[in-house]
């Protein structure tokens, strides 16, 4: 079985990685040229087009930024134009539930199956391959499939069986996390004006019954004051509360804690549009003029 990857980013260069280290050869590609030259000294090899991974592939990753993106990488001058029947699309980025349940309807008399299945597990898992994976699908593709879903994946959760079950999961999900990170974000800041060191703070939240690798992580990022280019830009949080409070609009379920945490995220957007998520504290901090460090609190200079 060959695998297509497109989208080399954080996410997709680690699913290109891993499917190359479990024996797959791997056609993909990517706008930027230094994540081409990436992939390719990898083991990978380059395509100029999604229609060109398609025709080598029998099973395409399709890991970018929104929905319009995967539209346009799958439908038609994309993967449809030119994948052999029985070949699937593999829909690992996160979209709106209606926008998966389009590219299934547009999907549905062209032979190729379709995996709904966005991950969660940030850069770390998928560089190391141990992303978890909403898949939603007929039982019969997800085991056809298998093989390359364990790949670059340490739990596969079957969670529908058609397009948009996936990515309603994860919609939930991502509210969760949003909430989990803001009200870090908050008890970082409120301990920097407390004068509390942070390595204090990390030793009890990680050994508190609120420890967790969303949590500590997080506290860990803040007081080693890393806010960028640690593979979770905060375009991509936004991005799925957007899609979260969208749903929850949908159908009319009121999510209050989500919806604080996507202004949250809005104002560190604004703020540090460069940033990762962690980069949202720095916004408290200036309010409240004390950062967060390992060794002590500071007052803002």
């Keep these: 079985m060959n695998a297509g990857v497109i989208g080399l980013g954080d996410m997709g260069s680690g699913i290109a990685r891993n499917l190359i280290k479990n024996g797959f050869n791997v056609i993909g590609v990517d706008l930027s040229a230094d994540r081409m030259t990436a992939f390719t000294e990898m083991g990978g090899t380059p395509a100029e087009s999604a229609a060109e991974v398609g025709a080598n592939a029998d099973a395409v990753f399709v890991m970018v930024m929104n929905g319009d993106q995967a539209k346009s990488a799958i439908l038609g001058d994309g993967l449809v134009s030119s994948m052999t029947k029985g070949g699937a699309v593999i829909l690992t980025a996160t979209v709106k539930p209606r926008e998966a349940r389009e590219i299934g309807q547009a999907l549905a008399d062209t032979g190729l199956h379709m995996i709904d299945t966005p991950v969660s597990g940030g850069f770390p898992g998928a560089q190391g391959g141990t992303l978890t994976m909403m898949a939603a699908a007929p039982d019969d593709v997800l085991e056809r499939f298998a093989p390359v879903m364990e790949a670059v994946s340490a739990n596969i959760h079957r969670v529908g069986g058609k397009p948009g079950d996936g990515q309603t999961v994860k919609a939930c999900l991502q509210?969760?996390?949003?909430?989990?990170?803001?009200?870090?974000?908050?008890?970082?800041?409120?301990?920097?004006?407390?004068?509390?060191?942070?390595?204090?703070?990390?030793?009890v939240f990680s050994t508190s019954s609120a420890g967790c690798g969303i949590v500590n992580n997080a506290i860990e990022k803040i007081i080693d004051r890393r806010f960028e280019g640690t593979g979770s830009h905060i375009n991509t949080m936004h991005k799925d509360l957007t899609i979260s409070m969208g749903l929850g609009e949908e159908l009319g379920v009121p999510l209050h804690t989500a919806a604080a945490a996507m202004q949250i995220f809005h104002a560190g957007r604004t703020r540090f549009p460069d940033g990762d998520n962690w980069v949202c504290t720095r916004v408290m901090e200036e309010i409240v003029g004390a950062e967060l460090h390992r060794s002590a609190a500071r007052p803002r200079k």
């Design 175 to 203: 509210s969760l996390i949003g909430a989990q990170f803001s009200a870090t974000f908050e008890a970082a800041a409120l301990a920097a004006k407390a004068g509390v060191p942070g390595q204090v703070i990390l030793d």
